[in-house]
């Protein structure tokens, strides 16, 4: 099974996450998207997978969210996107890929995960 987490090792939900998906014996590819963000056709395709818009990735009590002066439309998904991959800390966390099915769920609670787990 192949499987990424879009991961930030800071936060206890995501921690939760990779950790219930390496207890299922499956070793995901783990991208530490603060570091490494995701590009904007990616977090638009996370987008899809997820079946959600742009706007519901992100997290909008986040002060890079709150004191943003270059937000664009929250409906424009394609400049959303890029405007996401420019500010990483807002993006919700985690979400999680089967990269095999190309299905994603976000991790929030943790145990959403289980849907994605071999068993």
Known sequence: MSMTIYHNPRCS???KTLELIQ?????PTI???LSKPP???RILQLADLLGSSV???LRRNEADFRDATDLPALDDNAALATWVEAHPKVLER???VDDDAN???MGRPPENVQDLLPG
């Open 55 to 57: 706007v519901e990735l």
């Open 31 to 33: 991208v530490d998207y």
């Open 94 to 96: 985690p979400i999680v």
């Open 23 to 27: 207890k299922a014996g499956v070793s």
């Open 103 to 105: 299905k994603a769920i």
């Open 13 to 15: 939900k995501s921690r």
């Open 39 to 41: 590009s904007a056709a």
